[in-house]
C-alpha cells in the first residue's frame, strides 16, 4: 500500500476512535508507528491536524477542513480494493456495520458465524449508537451499512428486514400483570421509564399518537439499565422484543391491547458501490 495512503488511514482510524490507542489496535501498527505516521502527514502539509491530549485526539480547525477529502480519498480506496476483490474472489475484505444494541446481540452473531464459515478472510467492526448516529455514520462513510427504524431518509437505498414488536416490561406483582394484554389507557397511570437518546423518541411518539400521556420518571438509552431500574420497582417501560428474548431480570412482559410494532431496515448510501463482502452479507441478512 502506498505510504501516503497509509497515513491518511491513521489519521481517519485515530479520528473516528478518538485516540492513538484505539487506532493502533485495529490496523495492528505499533502506537508510536501511527504517530509517526500522522507526524509525518503533518510535517509534509506543515500544518497540525490533531492536538493530543491526556483522553485522546481532537481535530483541530485545520483537521476538520480537511477531514472529509482525506475521507473521500480512503473511500475511493476501498472501492478500488472491492473492485480487485471481485475480481480475485472473495478472499478477505472488511465489513463496517452501524447497529443497535438488540440487533447486535440478537440478530448479528448467527449470520456473522454462517458467514465466517463460507468467508473466513473477512473482518468486522460493529459500532453500536442510536438511529440517528447510525443514519450519519452511514451518511459520512464511516460504516458501510446501518439498521435503524423505518422510514429513513429518501437518499438511501434500503432494504426492509423485518418487524420487531415493541413489549410493556412490568415489575413483578404490579397491577398490570393482572392483564393478559394492557389496554393503553393504563399506561398513563403509572411511572414511565422513556427509552430516549437524542430525539429518538419513537415509544413518546407512539403513545401519543393514541391520546396517551406517559407519566415519564426517568429516561434513558440503555435496555438493560431500563430492565434492572424495572425490576427494582422504579417504573413501567416498553421495549424491544428482540431484546428481551433471553432477560435474565426478574420482570414481567407483556403485549399491548394496540400492538406496538415497528419495521426494521438496513440502509446504505449506494448498493451498487458496497465493498464485494458487504454486499454478499446482505444476501445472508435478507
Not at 492536538?51 to 480506496?77: H, M, W
Not at 458465524?113 to 442510536?130: I, P, R, T
Not at 414511565?192 to 429518538?200: A, D, G, P, R, Y
Request: glycine content about 6%.
Amino acid at each position: 500500500m502506498d505510504y501516503n495512503l497509509q497515513k491518511y488511514i491513521a489519521f481517519i482510524t485515530a479520528v473516528d476512535n478518538g485516540s492513538i490507542t484505539g487506532a493502533s489496535e485495529i490496523l495492528n501498527y505499533s502506537q508510536s508507528g501511527i504517530s509517526r505516521m500522522i507526524g509525518d502527514l503533518e510535517k509534509d502539509w506543515q500544518m497540525s491536524l490533531l492536538e493530543r491530549n491526556k483522553y485522546g485526539v481532537e481535530l483541530t480547525s485545520d483537521g476538520i477542513r480537511l477531514l472529509p477529502q482525506i475521507r473521500a480519498v480512503c473511500n475511493e480506496f476501498q472501492k478500488l480494493t472491492t473492485d480487485v476483490e471481485e475480481l480475485q474472489g472473495l478472499e478477505t475484505g472488511l465489513i463496517r456495520i452501524g447497529t443497535i444494541s438488540s440487533v447486535a446481540t440478537h440478530v448479528l452473531p448467527p449470520v456473522i458465524q454462517k458467514f465466517k464459515s463460507d468467508y473466513k478472510g473477512v473482518k468486522y467492526e460493529l459500532l453500536l449508537g442510536d438511529y440517528n448516529e447510525i443514519e450519519e455514520w452511514v451518511q459520512s462513510g464511516r460504516v458501510d451499512i446501518g439498521f435503524v427504524l423505518m422510514p429513513t431518509k429518501d437518499s438511501f437505498d434500503t432494504i426492509t428486514c423485518g418487524t420487531d414488536e415493541m413489549k410493556i416490561v412490568l415489575p413483578k406483582d404490579h397491577p398490570l400483570c393482572k392483564y393478559e394484554r394492557i389496554p393503553l389507557e393504563e399506561i398513563e397511570k403509572y411511572p414511565f421509564i422513556l427509552q430516549e437518546k437524542n430525539s429518538n423518541t419513537s415509544s413518546r411518539e407512539f403513545f401519543l399518537k393514541n391520546g396517551i400521556n406517559l407519566k415519564v420518571d426517568f429516561a434513558t438509552w440503555d435496555d438493560y439499565a431500563i430492565m434492572s431500574m424495572v425490576e427494582s420497582g422504579l417504573g413501567i417501560s416498553v421495549l424491544p422484543e428482540l431484546i428481551l428474548k433471553r432477560c435474565s431480570y426478574d420482570i414481567e412482559i407483556k403485549s399491548l391491547e394496540e400492538p406496538f410494532i415497528r419495521e426494521m431496515g438496513i440502509i446504505m448510501k449506494d448498493r451498487e458501490r458496497l465493498p464485494i463482502a458487504v454486499k454478499r452479507l446482505l444476501k445472508y441478512l435478507v
